[in-house]
């Protein structure tokens, strides 16, 4: 909004000229909405006490029974709430990749946000049916995916170790591929949201790196190859003298995705402010809006940065979560027996000694190890 106001009259008041960098309003949309958050956090967590409280699972861990009973939930309403409000102070309002990831991310948290009313209005644990909820997120995943590749978005993939080949997975490939990304991640994020701060750490990690992804992808930025005598930079801006950093890098450009770069700022403050009451012990639990929400946006922007194979590395540890609920849930119904103390993985380390500190930090240095693991196959390829 910001930006479509202010910056055509940056001929007439030079400052201005400020609004036509991607970086400046990345830098504005993270401080409005940590801010913006932070102000009202007080002020919800006390309205979503009133509507009821989260309900804890009876076979869960039992401490958490106690300890966590009377936490209110859904506090990613406010997180949703500060990074769509930051998006239309500074983003781009007419790009398309901008409109898409709100749209996806509000209609995932609308989703949890139904889940997380049922669960505190009636204390019930189970909210709505899985499959309704699976049904709802691919239709929306496949909906929006389709409508980025109509308007121009590339179908071809970035590949793990090698940049030789960048394979073309036509629009229906892309569609169902990119969809089973989006909800697969989202859905793996929700199973993460299990102890104080646990699943904002990673999601915090991912929206950085993703931001830089989506920066690098989109912005046609060039990387200065010759330097004068005095040791200053010449040519610059100059295509003889400066390569594109998508192609220094050998990644796919995509150009205009440089604009979710903002989304993603508005994630980490908005994220920021959250992991504030969020923190061991906790205030307020993101809830399936939270999660549902924040998850949908990585893997939408894994999706438009088409960085699909490396999210499964940055999200690893949603990944392997996942994997621990399906692996325990498989050999139980077959055996009888788990593999597992308990699923998700988390839970099964605190069932071993782990005090939930230990388990949330080193989840996050985990999370930082992955990003950077991610961050280096671009490189090594």
Not at 7 to 25: A, E, K, V
Request: hydrophobic residues 50%.
């Amino acid at each position: 909004m910001l930006y479509l106001l202010l910056y055509p009259l940056h001929h007439d008041y030079g400052f201005l000229n400020l609004f036509r960098y991607t970086s400046f309003r990345m830098v504005m949309a993270a401080l409005t909405s940590l801010v913006f958050a932070l102000w009202l956090f007080p002020r919800v967590i006390k309205g979503l006490a009133k509507i009821g409280t989260q309900p804890i699972r009876e076979d869960g861990v039992a401490h958490h029974i106690e300890s966590k009973a009377k936490t209110p939930t859904a506090g990613g309403s406010l997180i949703m709430g500060a990074v769509i409000i930051s998006t239309l102070l500074w983003g781009d309002l007419q790009n398309r990749y901008v409109l898409v990831l709100l749209a996806v991310m509000t209609l995932f948290a609308l989703i949890g946000w139904y889940d997380d009313w049922r669960k505190m209005k009636y204390q019930d644990t189970k909210g709505i049916s899985g499959k309704t909820r699976l049904l709802l997120e691919f239709t929306v995943s496949f909906v929006a995916i389709y409508l980025l590749t109509q308007s121009g978005m590339t179908t071809q993939i970035d590949l793990p170790f090698t940049s030789a080949w960048q394979p073309d997975l036509g629009v229906i490939g892309t569609v169902l591929f990119g969809g089973f990304v989006v909800v697969g991640t989202a859905n793996a994020c929700n199973l993460t949201d299990g102890l104080d701060g646990l699943a904002i750490g990673p999601v915090l990690i991912s929206s950085v790196t993703l931001l830089a992804l989506a920066y690098i992808a989109g912005t046609p930025l060039g990387i200065v190859t010759d330097w004068g005598a005095s040791g200053a930079p010449t040519g610059v801006g100059d295509p003889a003298q400066a390569v594109v950093l998508a192609d220094y890098l050998k990644i796919l450009r995509v150009p205009g995705v440089e604009e979710t770069a903002i989304v993603a700022a508005a994630l980490v403050g908005a994220g920021m402010s959250f992991l504030w009451f969020n923190a061991h012990p906790a205030s307020v639990f993101m809830g399936d809006t939270g999660s549902l929400g924040l998850g949908g946006a990585l893997g939408m922007l894994a999706v438009m940065t088409r960085k699909e194979l490396f999210s499964a590395v940055l999200h690893g540890l949603f990944l392997f979560n996942a994997m621990s609920v399906i692996i325990q849930v498989f050999w139980y119904k077959r055996t009888g027996k788990r593999v597992f103390r308990m699923a998700p993985f988390h839970h099964h380390l605190e069932l071993g000694g782990w005090a939930e500190t230990k388990v949330v930090i080193r989840w996050w240095l985990l999370s930082i190890m992955l990003a950077l693991a991610a961050v280096a196959l671009l490189k090594i390829r």
